[in-house]
């Protein structure tokens, strides 16, 4: 018996120092990894006779080609009385038929080849995105074209989306959320494109006239850029291409209109919008950098520790220790075609707003006064190092991205050299990056609220301007 309970302790000895092993061996905190090696995926680029730019990545994984347009076009194009022009020029070329084709049939001739075709124009750029099957490429881009180059404009969807815009304005003020964003918007860019909202008035001004001008003044061959993925055979491809976009005779170059740069000053304001809610919506804000600003590593390494990731300043202090919000951060929104933005935000219960916008102001200022730890510079880097390559998660992605690179004007090498200029980012580097761009004295601030339920009168904050969020619907 002595000796079957000494085998037995024995056994239990050898294997609690093989777990004791194993476990000590497979500890996170002391593995190790050999250093990641990921090369950047490249893009054939190619010129076609007509002078359009085309970026072409071949991929037969699956029997699909992908193909996209980008345009130099934007609302920051359009005229101001006139605004929502490019939201509907945008949806109306898709929706509202093209080439001779109606909108009903080329939605069911798409719909049978199992094909999309989608078409859209934000404040800098327009596209029309292609997706099908290697047999119906072909004809898809065939209707393909038509949308880009020969829309229809029905009347019949023209107006559709007049209503549709129409009955989004009377909802506008239904969100808390979004009464905020978009008046954190207007305010910080007051006085340029970028800050004009579109209106009842300017919807209901809009005529088949000005999309049938507005598309004929920017969708032409020598203001695009391509980009296709898939299944192609790349000497079948460029033939069609070329075929489908034949050289234009066209008069002079299209020169764009002159926008200028939003105006950089710097000055606090404090805006108001009633809404009788127990949560309170918070957005501060102003002006921040653009693509060309050599800071931009500084700039987003400061974004991650300050408001960009789930351990950062405002999170780990707001919602983690101070239980004050389920969500808060802040980002930097780099301006690629013009000065970009920068905005924190969150929600919190009434009867701690004012508390909530001080502690806020009081973490971003942090940041402006003292460098950063040795642990924050760390894990900002090597987060923005290694995630770099969920960048480059498909061909459609990688050869869009290249194109866009282009489009925006960005330099050469900007992608190869990217990973290198984060890992050179010092904490001094974010210290005088963030006495840069961070002016949380000269925030926009905007609450949407019932101030009836705040824990003190904004009015400590500063001089009060309450929104008007009436609605002024025009009589039809």
């Known amino acids: 018996m002595r000796t079957l309970l000494l085998s037995i302790s024995l056994l239990v000895t050898i294997i609690t120092s093989g777990c004791s092993a194993v476990q000590t061996a497979a500890n996170p905190r002391t593995m190790t990894f050999p250093e990641l090696n990921f090369q950047i995926p490249q893009a054939e680029r190619v010129v076609l006779e007509c002078g359009i730019p085309v970026y072409l990545l071949r991929d037969t994984e699956l029997p699909i080609i992908n193909m996209t347009a980008m345009v130099r076009v934007g609302s920051v194009y359009e005229p101001a009385a006139k605004s929502g022009l490019s939201g509907m020029a945008g949806s109306v070329m898709r929706s509202g038929g093209a080439g001779g084709v109606a909108s009903e049939q080329l939605d069911d001739e798409l719909e049978f080849m199992a094909s999309s075709v989608e078409s859209g124009i934000g404040s800098d750029m327009g596209t029309v995105s292609l997706t099908a099957l290697k047999k119906n490429f072909s004809r898809t881009l065939q209707l393909f074209s038509n949308i880009l180059l020969r829309p229809d404009f029905s009347d019949a969807r023209i107006e559709l989306f007049r209503g549709q815009a129409v009955e989004g304005l009377r909802r506008q003020n239904d969100d808390p959320k979004e009464i905020a964003g978009r008046e954190i918007s207007r305010a910080i860019y007051a006085g340029h494109p970028l800050g004009v909202i579109t209106t009842f008035d300017s919807i209901s001004s809009i005529t088949r006239k000005d999309l049938v001008d507005y598309h004929r003044t920017f969708y032409r061959l020598d203001n695009m850029i391509l980009a296709v993925s898939g299944d192609f055979d790349r000497t ?128 971003i200022t942090g940041l402006t006064v003292e460098p950063v730890s040795d642990g924050e510079l760390n894990a900002a880097r090597e987060y923005m190092i290694n995630s770099f390559m969920f960048g480059f998660t498909s061909p459609s992605s990688i050869v869009t991205q290249r194109a866009r690179l282009e489009y925006y004007g960005y330099p050469d090498g900007y992608l190869e050299k990217y990973r290198d200029n984060i890992a050179k980012v010092t904490k001094m580097d974010v210290l005088n990056a963030a006495k840069k761009y961070l002016h949380p004295d000269a925030f926009k601030l905007v609450v949407v609220g019932d101030a009836a339920k705040f824990d003190q009168p904004l009015a400590t904050l500063g001089v009060v301007k309450e929104l008007d969020l009436k609605l002024n619907i025009p009589k039809p």
């Open 236 to 363: 079948a491809l460029l033939k069609e291409l070329n075929a489908t976009f034949a050289p234009e005779k066209r008069g002079a170059a299209l020169l764009l209109p002159e926008v200028s740069q939003p105006d950089q000053q710097f000055q606090a304001e404090l805006l108001y919008g009633k809404k009788e809610v127990n949560q309170t919506v918070i957005r501060m804000g102003h002006l921040g950098l653009n693509k060309d600003t050599p800071d931009i590593y500084a700039v987003r390494i400061l974004d991650y520790i300050l408001g960009g990731s789930f351990t950062s300043r405002l999170t780990t202090e707001i919602r983690t220790n101070q239980g004050l919000a389920y969500s808060v951060g802040s980002r930097f929104d780099i301006g690629r075609r013009f000065t970009g933005s920068f905005v924190a935000e969150t929600e919190t219960k009434a009867e701690s707003t004012v508390k909530t916008i001080n502690l806020m102001k009081n973490i």
